[in-house]
């Protein structure tokens, strides 16, 4: 169930912007012990989104206690001193709703989607979590176990699995991105329960957190709601130090070679970018979409139509507060020598880099960010996801109105120095996935 | 001082309520629903056009969005010997029209933003508002004048033939194969099975004739949703399909599937499987709409539905532990449905498996449920409900299934009364009626050595009933003729290969070829030396990633530097490897050599001799009844994880040298692995120095 975020191949969609047309109106304000409340009201359908991000993710770990963070997503659903172990979810489902939660290397966001009259519900489960959650040994044994079993679905038995954690640890050496969110189990295994409520006294606490509720509401009666379950809860007593080393810039290129069981040949290429927000973020995101969005975008025509190389090829940023990665991947057709599969992802960013894209391909990438933007807040709990983001990494929710506009100053110029800049071999880790074989 | 503590607790009392507002708050108390909100469905409109096709409009003016889904209602259709052309057809029909080829379609549907996707029984596509015509362009050109070029159809052939080659050792696919088959026939469209020979045999005009049959305006929908009028959504329609030509609809009938008199064991053997996947299942009559659906729908939850709740899984994974999740589900149909409930459990609890699942269906069909499991069950259901109505496409497909299976205009608007309604005694009745622990099809895919055997006494007939991976009868070896037997296998095939006094003479060799893996070709060496030393080595730009090397008394791997010893096992057989005559010493070693009978390989007959080692380990070679030389191996492989995975070796092709017959081709399949040997010299008896061999 509470899934742990990795990047997957299709996080392009994490591309979140707004046209002036579909203003999404919105309310925020801050409770006197510093928990930020965000509240959107929509009358369409008789539902409301009830979330909470918590600005702790796994690069807010102890570099020998990774996949904490994690953990806690797991470990939060235990129960609290008015909730029963396993009742959580009970009330959830037979309320009639659904609930999840989900960690990246930035944050940790926990969200119930129920039927509109039972807003107080979500609102009193969610303050029990962040009041006075259990955190205690018999939870921690319990957990250990479901993220075990989390870990071997999810990335031993995963295609590819371990491609992100053998990405992070060659692309980052001081910064704490270099491990992944589900961490280390011998970690999780070696501490002890005062480090659990540790945690959880640093981390979970209302001035760290992001409360945003968006649906089918009334934003005075919320309101007061709010107060009543969320106003007694105190702030933390413990600074939170956020990591501040950057990672130094890479000065050559990384290769190496992963032998795993997956059939075919993956070919990854992962560059340095700047953080999500700045002006060059936007450059390369464009630049992604122009070599992978769609079946006509320049990776899938050259790689896979025209010279048939690869199955599949896709390009993403991996969006990070501090400066994250920008990914190129293609799985290449049975029988295909990768270094030819690389060859031809190469020309095609040499291309980029030479020739600035054409007026139409340039007008197309408008039109599918358009696109995406409106399609992408067609849900409340997206909404309320997706306001919360914009406030905790830039302190400014209206992103979620305005972050368009962004996207549309990028010129074609702009698109081409991104690719001189950053799509340079010093800037890379290359990684070849390659099947393991046992020969008779 | 006692003052003091008395003021300073006045004061923080004073803080606390202070800051815990007006009331307290006492937190033990779940906080009551208020009260349920008002369920509105919006309203859809129907228009149809003089071609016959059925206009269906949802206008939802919240984003500047809509989206177009055109479906075709046709009757099943029946492929018989090309089994998967349907299927081709759809996925093709976006592969390029009169005027346009692929790649331009592709780029004109990027340019809008738009999406557009295809398939056997219709074309679906989605895009701003403000681009809905050059879209329907598009879409009116792939539904009016498709032309499945031959180039991409072999483009797609060869994906489909690939896909084939792995789901024939998938479980998954293997089982829902023999489900398919057996709950349908392999008379009614629904049991039919693509094969090889049926995906190799289709051609572009296959695909034509069904387009040109089936894909007709007087029996499809095009269902509009977004921001859109009705009016506007009309002369779209006109406009963009007004053109296509009304035609005569072909109908097909199929006899209802019966259902089994008792209870039937079909069992799929899969080699060295450690898991087996079990499926228990038949076709019900369970069509949109039926007075009981939502009563059966319910009843399904609480046996097997749920995230965790379901009885299967409370019963097989919270309280056994036999497996990670077990699920069952009722799927309506217009021609007809079909109940199903399995899990993958591990080989050794498979009959247990099967019991406890016999006995919740069973369960189910007997008692009336608690008011509790069935309150929260409805609660949850009803939940699901409110929740799919945030999204446009719901009533869209509300209003497709209203017209397309004549139900009543509100079905859906009372959907919640109806669940509401719903009693423990019409659960029961529900069960009664699709729930069938003693007429059902119980299908295992799995380790037939550790498993079948203790399968027969759940089925009616007492027996085990075997099926390939496509669900035809698996047939055991046919009787090798009179007078055949292991003994005149093997000295047939020595001979095959020269002769016994030839191969004595063989006393060194070096063999260098190729091997071809997941989209690498790599050098690959082999070398023996003295009928008691070998090795095998795998060079990538010419320096050697692996190797296995036997010297005679140790045997090492090395993989990408790290070297390891070999187990003992793996020692034995490389000992015997090594020994060019080693398979005319087979008795010497204690290992028995049986033949089975004469199976039906893809190159011909062959004789099947198993290998039974004192180790207890067994393996099958195949030898061609024609030439007598060894055809094909299975021969078991320990993996990683501690299980077995049968590696199937075909020898392709032979070469002679010296007068000795060597393979020069080979093709290994271990599970989802598969990798081409090719040999293209073999030097005999050339002097190969021991440091060659050497484990150190």
Known sequence: MLRYLSIVFLAVAGLSVQAQTNKIEFEEYDLKNGLHVILHEDHSTPIVAVTVMYHVGSKNEDPNRTGMAHFFEHLLFEGSENISRGEYTAYVENAGGTLNANTTNDRTFYYEVLPSNQLELGLWLESERMLHAKVEQVGIETQREVVKEEKRQRVDNQPYGSLLEETMKRAYHVHPYRWTTIGSLDHLNAAQEQEFIDFYNKFYVPENAVLSIAGDIDADATKDMIKKYFGSIPRGEVSIVRPSTPEPPQTGEIRDTIWGKDQLPLVLQAYHIPAQGSDEFYAVDMLNQVLSQGESSRLNRAVVEEKQLALFCGAFSFALEDPGLTLGFSMANLGVDPMQVEEAMNEEIEKLQNELITEREFQKLRNQIENDFINSNSSVAGIAESLANYHMYYGDANLLNTEIERYLSVTREDIMAAAKKYYVPENRVVLYFLQEQIVE | ?696
């Not at chain 2, 572009?204 to 509009?224: H, M, R």
């Not at chain 2, 499926?279 to 939502?294: H, L, M, Q, R, S």
């Not at chain 2, 060019?580 to 004469?598: C, I, N, Q, W, Y």
Request: net charge negative; glycine share 8%.
């Open chain 2, 1 to 696: 001082m006692k003052n003091t503590m008395i003021y300073l607790a006045g004061a923080l009392a004073f803080l606390l309520t202070a800051c815990g507002g007006a009331t307290k708050l006492d937190r033990s108390m779940v906080p009551e629903p208020a009260s349920a909100p008002q369920i509105n469905l919006s309203n859809y409109t129907k228009h149809v056009l003089d071609n016959g096709l059925t206009l269906i409009v949802v206008e939802n003016h919240k984003l500047p969005r809509v989206s177009y889904r055109l479906s075709v209602d046709r009757d099943p259709v029946m492929e018989g010997s090309k089994a998967g052309y349907v299927s081709m057809a759809g996925d093709l029909m976006r592969a390029g029209t009169k005027t346009r080829s692929k790649a331009q379609i592709d780029e004109a549907v990027d340019f809008i933003g738009a999406r557009m996707n295809t398939s056997s029984t219709g074309v679906s596509g989605s895009c701003l508002k403000k681009h809905s015509d050059e879209l329907l362009t598009l879409m009116s050109d792939v539904v009016l004048s498709p032309t499945f070029p031959e180039e991409e159809l072999e483009k797609l052939r060869k994906q489909v033939l690939s896909g084939l080659a792995s789901a024939e050792s998938d479980p998954g696919e293997m089982s829902s194969n023999i489900s398919q088959v057996l709950r349908y026939g392999k008379e009614h469209p629904y049991g039919e099975v693509q094969t090889r020979k049926s995906v190799e045999s289709i051609t572009q005009s296959d695909l034509i004739d069904y387009y040109n049959t089936y894909f007709l305006p007087n029996q499809s929908y095009l269902v509009v949703v977004g921001d859109i009028t009705g009016e506007e959504a009309l002369a779209q329609a006109n406009k963009y399909f007004g053109a296509w030509e009304k035609k005569t609809i072909r109908r097909n009938d199929y006899a209802m599937p019966k259902q089994p008199s008792g209870n039937r064991v079909a069992f799929v053997p899969l080699n060295g499987a450690v898991q087996s996947q079990i499926d228990i299942t038949y076709a019900v009559d369970f069509k949109p709409g039926a007075e009981d659906a939502v009563a059966a729908s319910v009843m399904n939850s609480i046996l097997g539905g749920g995230v965790f709740s379901g009885r299967l899984m409370q019963n097989l994974r919270e309280d056994k532990g036999y497996t990670y999740g077990a699920r069952s589900s009722m799927v309506q149909d217009p021609v007809v449905g079909y109940f199903t409930a399995g899990a993958s459990v591990r080989n050794e609890v498979t009959d247990s498996s099967i019991v406890e699942f016999l006995f919740e269906l069973k369960r189910m069909t007997e008692e009336l449920v608690p008011d509790s499991t069935l309150q929260f069950v409805k609660n949850s259901m009803n939940g699901s409900f409110a929740r799919s109505l945030e999204s446009p496409q719901t009533i869209a497909r509300f209003a497709l299934n209203i017209e397309r299976y004549q139900l009543p205009a509100d079905y859906y608007a009372t959907y919640l009364e109806r669940l509401e309604a719903v009693t423990a005694e019409d659960v029961l009745a529900a069960a009664k009626k699709y729930i069938k622990p003693g007429n059902a099809f119980i299908t295992v895919v799995g380790n037939k050595d550790e498993v079948a055997d203790k399968l027969a006494r759940f089925s009616s007939k007492g027996e085990v009933e075997f099926f390939d991976a496509y669900g035809n009868e698996w047939v055991d070896y046919r009787a090798a003729p009179e007078g055949i037997t292991a003994d005149v296998v093997w000295e047939a095939y020595f001979n095959a290969l020269g002769g016994k006094e030839k191969m004595a003479k063989v006393k060194s060799y070096k063999q260098s070829g190729k091997m071809a893996m997941q989209g690498m070709e790599l050098d690959m060496n082999s070398y023996m030396k003295d009928n008691s030393k070998v090795k095998m080595e795998v060079l990538m730009g010419g320096a050697p990633v692996m190797s296995q090397v036997f010297d005679g008394k140790k045997g090492v791997i090395s993989q990408m530097g790290m070297k390891q010893e070999m187990s003992p096992e793996d020692q034995a057989r490389m000992q015997e490897e090594a020994d060019f005559m080693g398979e005319t010493r087979l008795a010497e070693r204690g290992v028995k050599s049986e033949l089975l009978g004469v199976a039906d390989l893809d190159s011909g007959d062959a004789f099947v001799i198993k290998l039974s080692r004192p180790s207890g380990s067994t393996e099958l070679h195949y030898f061609d009844v024609k030439t007598g030389l060894k055809v094909q191996t299975e021969i078991p492989n320990p993996t990683p994880d501690g299980g077995e995975i049968m590696a199937v070796s075909k020898i392709m092709d032979y070469k002679e040298f010296e007068g000795v017959k060597f393979p020069v081709k080979i093709q290994q399949i271990a599970g989802p692995q598969q990798l081409t040997i090719t040999i293209s010299k073999v030097e005999l008896n050339t002097k190969l120095p021991d440091s060659t061999f050497a484990t150190e």
